[in-house]
Each structure stands twice: as structure tokens, then as C-alpha cells.
């Protein structure tokens, strides 16, 4: 049972087929999670329960993993699929603790029970996004992005949901399960009124200048040809070019290492006539290339290029993603069996500068660090600097027509969500999209096809309270708010007060 809930959880980020979130079946099945913690005969056997589905859940969710290793990393199909498994059931060892340390302290009473559950759960999830560099793919709340208690995201953010989904699901089943907690019923009517509110009410933004077009290029270069230089390089050397010169917009953004070539090894006579280009007209592009030497080492960066501009603008990721983008300490043995390259980069700094056009401020972020919104935050302590617009490039080719696609998306939708600003995705094979600053998809090319979509962004002005507390913060006031009952019910255990 533990192991079908799972795979309901990880089906709850993006439903096969439709790929669009189901928040229901999110709570449906971290009821059957809390259900189980509290009818286990023991702290292990809950525990076990909680391993097995985490690690059903984080299998399903992050299976695609396998294509990148295998398919384009050459890694054996067993040591890859292991590879997987591995993963999952480490990370799922935090939730284990979780649930045994739930079951071993058996808070009293419905609101003890249901709060202690959400509490730990939050932290195991606090856990899995920081530790070992954090690696939060798939965390619950956003499966909630077009849910009920989606009008949460811009008070507490994607992790506060989760805790909010939690508690309701932990008094639901102890309504249920317990005479007496009838009462229980009241705690998840009034989480669902609060969100319906804050969906009502959503904290004050207003827009910010006129709207910008915008060119969001999807090369669609095949990933096992993208860095050969016989056939993908030539291809996304001369189709980007094509198109960033071509472009009629007034930003133009190319994906992730859409020029696959560090400067210096590019064709003599390629990068001059694209920067002469656009600092001599009237528009301006977002390009995703690798910069840096072997002696200084290298970087995955966004490069800006307006009129006027001496310098091009430069972004380098911050948040790089273990075994692809670096090579965690013991670990150079496994990438070793690889063949995936630009395997070691240097880390950019947070909070970095954003890229000013026509009004706006434009904060790029590359792949997979839109999943950290505590990190996006640390743009907004200053007001008058914060971004207006979020630009997402990536490169979700390495996981090939998967489901990572449309998890990827709503990542960003909840992003938008938390900051009430809008984002623009521009990606290699998918999805390269305008999502407003109410999550909602104003446009979407076609995943797996080459093409460019062309549109408007209206970038926002405003802080949320997310934005405010998470830029000054961080995470810390969620660790405490998991911790609180945490403690408080150590303390009742300490005492006596178990059932």
C-alpha cells in the first residue's frame, strides 16, 4: 500500500497523458502515508512505511534520470537504473525518520498528531532540498500549482504548502480514525477557506512599463548530436545565428548552452558579428553558452547583448547539478563511466545583477535552479533592483520525451506564483513557454520541434511576503515552524502525555 501511494504521489506532479498536476491525488496519498504512520505497531514498521513510499514516490517522479545516464551518458542500462534506486532510496531515508519519529513520539490528541506529521514532513523536505547541495525535484506542493491551496504560494512558498497539504491530510485521517476527533474536521476547512482567501486577495503587485516582445528560440538539436562537431554543433551554430539576427523582437532569448562552444573555440569570424548586431540596433538577447578557460576554470552562463552596451551582461549558475555540472567529492569514479561533457563548472554568486532592457529587469536562471525559490529570493531585498521578469533557459533534452518536461514547467509556474512575476522559458526541446504572473500558460511551442515563439511579457513591480521574508531568511522561519511541534511534542512525550 505504502508503494502504490507512492507512485500516486509522483503521478500527482504531472499526470501521465495530460502531464497537468492533480493536487487531489497528492492528498489522497499522503493520507494513506499518514494513515499508515498511525496504524503501524511499531516506530520501525512505520518508518519502513515511509521509506517505501519515498522511495516509490521519488522513483516514479525522477525515473527519467535513467535516459540521461544511460542513453546519452553511456552508462550500462543496470548500473543506470541502480543509479536511480540509489538515489531515491537515500533521499527517502529522511522521510523514514520522519515517519518512525512520528509514530515513536504518538502525539495525543487530533491537533498534536496532525501538526506533529506536517512538521516533520516539512522538515524531511526541508532536508532533501539543502542537504548535499539539495536536490528538492518533486517536493508535494507543486503538485498544488492549480490547486485550491495554490493562493498560499506568494505568503509561504511551494514547501509551506506542502506543510499546509500535510496537516490537512494528518487531520483528515485522525478525524476518521479516532472517536471522539470529529473536531479534526475543522482544521482542513479552515487551511482551504485561508487559501481560497489568499487566492481572493493575492498581496499587491502592479505592472511595471510597457509590455516587451520577446523571441524565445527552441533549436531542438538532438541531444546525442548536440556536442558533436559534425552534426549538432554546425546545426546550432548556424540556426541561433540565423535566428538572433533574424529576430524582429525586442529580446531574443536562446536556451541553455544554445552556442555548445566555449568562445574561444568558436569559427573565427562567428561571436563578432552577433555582438556588432546588437549593439548597434535596437534589440536585445539572452544567449546560453559556456564561458571561462581551463586555467580559470568554467561556467554555464546566460550572455546579454544591447545597443549602447560596452561590456555584454553575463549570468553564471549558481545552483549546479551534482555528477552533471560537478563531481561531488568520491564521485569522480562514477561520472568516469560517463560520456557527458562540460561536467565541472564553477559556481556564479546569488543574488547576481539582473539584465536591464526597456524597463524591465530581467533575471536570468538556468535548468533546474528555478526549483530553488529561496535563492531566486535573495534578488528581491532591494525593491527598486528586484527583478520584473524571470528568464528560465534550460536543456531538458538530456531526459528525452519525458515527463520531466511538464514537471519542469510547473516548477516555474510556481515560481511565478510565489514572486507575482511572470516568466519566460526558452529550452532546447521543451517546454519554452510565457507563463504570467498568475502561473497561468499564455503560449507553448510544441515540445520536440524546431521553432520560435514570439509574444508579449508584462514584467511586475511589488514584493511578496514569500519574496520579503525568503530574501532576508531564507528558509529558516520554515525550519522553525517545523521544529515548533516537533519540540512540543517532544516535551509532551518527555511528560507522559501519550495515548
Known sequence: MAAVAGLAHAASLALPGSGQPAWWLQLAALAVLAGLVQRAPTWRRAALAGWVFTTAWL???????YISMHSYGGLPAPLAALAVFALAAFLACYYAVAAGLQRWLAPQGAWWGALSFAALWTLAELLRARWFTGFPWGAAGYAHVDGPLAGLAPWVGSFGIGFVAALVCAQVVVAITRAGARAGWIGPVVALA??????????GGQDEGRPLSIALLQGNIPQE??????????LALSWYAEQLTASRASLTVAPETAIPLLPQQLPPGYLEPLVRHFQ????AALVGMPLGS????????????????RDAYRFDKHHLVPFGEFIPPLFR?????MNIPLGDFNRGAVGQPSFEWQGQRLAPNVCYEDLFGEELAARFVDANRAPTVFVNVSNIGWFGDSVAIDQHLHISRMRALEFDRPVV?????GATAIVDHRARVAQVLPRFTRAVLTGEVQGRSGTTPFAWWASRFGLWPLWAIGLAPVLGALWRWRRGARP
Not at 280 to 283: A, D, L, Y
Not at 294 to 309: D, F
Open 59 to 65: 522513483c516514479g517522479t525522477f525515473w527519467w534520470l
Open 194 to 203: 485561508l487559501a481560497g482567501f489568499a487566492a481572493a486577495k493575492p498581496p
Open 333 to 337: 569514479w562514477f561520472t568516469d563511466l
Open 225 to 234: 548530436e548536440k556536442f558533436q562537431g559534425n552534426t549538432g554543433i554546425p
Open 280 to 283: 548597434s540596433g535596437e534589440q
Open 425 to 429: 522559458r526558452a529550452t532546447n526541446t
Open 294 to 309: 581551463y586555467e580559470q576554470g568554467y561556467t554555464n552562463s546566460v550572455v546579454g547583448l544591447k545597443p549602447g552596451a
